[in-house]
T-cell receptor
């Protein structure tokens, strides 16, 4: 058990639809990260939160992407007007600072 | 040049072999080094976490960091079929920005 739960595990949607993913760290972690991973690649950083504050966003995070962590516990990642290129595994990780990150099992997004 | 380079493999070894997995990096600010194991359709699982140069051992796994050469390694002794997975190296500067290698796919054959 990594202490990070992600929901849903798999999302299939049509191009142009909006999707939202949720990440729940089981224990309290100040830092929470979102990554995207495509086949044969390592996770690519999207954004991270320190408590409820979103401190950094990658240039990969276009205007169609938005993330929130309203109470400094769970986080959501929303993609609006999905495109074929958004198909990937979206991973959430908790930890950082002088502690390593622990990942959830991700949400696999498939765009039809 | 990518910030972190890793041989993508695939790497196939017989059961019981010693496996060596390697990463090189270019950013001298990296000071935290991690190895993750990732099974198909699962998230990365932390195997080893080290700070600064030197060796760290945990069971059959040994992580080695050479900051002067910007080179890290993971050794797996007595490899098992259950070790078949993709291995990701990851690095961080001050524990804020984490950069991952592309992963090496390992198959351990019975």
């Amino acid at each position: 058990d990594t202490g990070v739960s992600q929901d849903p595990r798999h999302k299939i949607t049509k191009r142009g639809q909006n999707v939202t993913f949720r990440c729940d760290p089981i224990s309290e972690h100040n830092r929470l990260y979102w990554y995207r991973q495509t086949l044969g690649q390592g996770p690519e950083f999207l954004t991270y939160f320190q408590n409820e504050a979103q401190l950094e966003k990658s240039r990969l995070l276009s205007d169609r992407f938005s993330a929130e962590r309203p109470k400094g516990s769970f986080s959501t990642l929303e993609i609006q007007r999905t495109e074929q290129g958004d198909s990937a595994m979206y991973l959430c990780a908790a930890g950082g600072g002088n502690q390593p990150q622990h990942f959830g099992d991700g949400t696999r997004l498939s765009i039809l | 040049q990518k910030e972190v380079e890793q041989d993508p493999g695939p790497l196939s070894v017989p059961e019981g072999a010693i496996v060596s997995l390697n990463c090189t990096y270019s950013n001298s600010a990296f000071q935290y080094f991690m190895w993750y194991r990732q099974y198909s359709r699962k998230g990365p699982e932390l195997l080893m976490y080290t700070y600064s140069s030197g060796n760290k051992e945990d069971g059959r796994f040994t992580a080695q960091v050479d900051k002067s050469s910007k080179y890290i390694s993971l050794f797996i002794r007595d490899s098992q079929p259950s070790d078949s997975a993709t291995y990701l190296c990851a690095m961080s500067d001050y524990g804020q920005n984490f950069v991952f290698g592309p992963g090496t796919r390992l198959s351990v054959l019975p």
